[in-house]
T-cell receptor, first 119, second 115 residues
Framework: SAVISQKPSRDICQRGTSLTIQCQVDSQVTMMFWYRQQPGQSLTLIATANQGSEATYESGFVIDKFPISRPNLTFSTLTVSNMSPEDSSIYLC????????????????FGPGTRLTVL | AQSVAQPEDQVNVAEGNPLTVKCTYSVSGNPYLFWYVQYPNRGLQFLLKYITGDNLVKGSYGFEAEFNKSQTSFHLKKPSALVSDSALYFCAVRDPPGGSYIPTFGRGTSLIVHP
């Protein structure tokens, strides 16, 4: 299984600033995902990031607010821009093993998360 | 469309007793079902999945889950709970033919195992 690390593990930021979260995987993966987990709630997918193409954003999330980079097959960044207290959340990076089996059957693996507090 | 429900926000069980964390799903095709566990201040860890075949799936840490198509359920079980099993548990479903290959996660169930 893939081993995923995220930086920073947590941060406290001021309103109006931006934070870039890094995600590093120990193996090459095609698909990377960014999720948000708000307190007491489930995971919400922000976007899917494939190397060599623009990220695909889910409804309610836009590139200006959450720009994503995917420069290679082991690394991605998510920036939370112009932050407000409503952005306080845990941000999770996830990857999917590429087994070559039927799409949708592969397991997703998650990083430890970045706990963001916006004051 | 695909959806998943975890009807219990919290499950309390005494150490040594069997535990069940419930999950029901709704899909238009055949579901791919997953269970994940999240310990405090950690990311999600994969426990087990059902894709096809035997309805009883065994996973990590002694957990198992039973796929029940008629009841559209995929409950997580363990014969004897440990205090260290206390965590947040998420069920997820994928239905690529009828819904999406992107998983839909349940709200999570907090499992508390009392000594």
């Amino acid at each position: 299984s893939a081993v995923i690390s995220q930086k920073p593990s947590r941060d406290i930021c001021q309103r109006g600033t931006s934070l870039t979260i890094q995600c590093q995987v120990d193996s090459q993966v095609t698909m990377m995902f960014w999720y948000r987990q708000q307190p007491g709630q489930s995971l919400t997918l922000i976007a899917t990031a494939n190397q060599g193409s623009e990220a695909t954003y889910e409804s309610g999330f836009v590139i200006d607010k959450f720009p994503i980079s995917r420069p290679n097959l082991t690394f991605s960044t998510l920036t939370v821009s112009n932050m407000s207290p409503e952005d306080s959340s845990i941000y999770l990076c996830s990857v999917e093993e590429a087994s070559g089996r039927i799409r949708g059957t592969d397991t997703q693996y998650f990083g430890p998360g970045t706990r963001l507090t916006v004051l | 469309a695909q959806s998943v429900a975890q009807p219990e926000d919290q499950v309390n069980v005494a150490e040594g007793n069997p535990l069940t964390v419930k999950c029901t799903y709704s899909v238009s095709g055949n579901p791919y079902l997953f269970w994940y566990v999240q310990y405090p201040n950690r990311g999600l860890q994969f426990l087990l999945k059902y894709i096809t075949g035997d309805n009883l799936v065994k996973g990590s840490y002694g957990f198992e889950a039973e796929f029940n198509k008629s009841q559209t359920s995929f409950h997580l079980k363990k014969p004897s709970a440990l205090v260290s099993d206390s965590a947040l548990y998420f069920c997820a479903v994928r239905d690529p033919p009828g819904g999406s290959y992107i998983p839909t996660f349940g709200r999570g169930t907090s499992l508390i195992v009392h000594p």
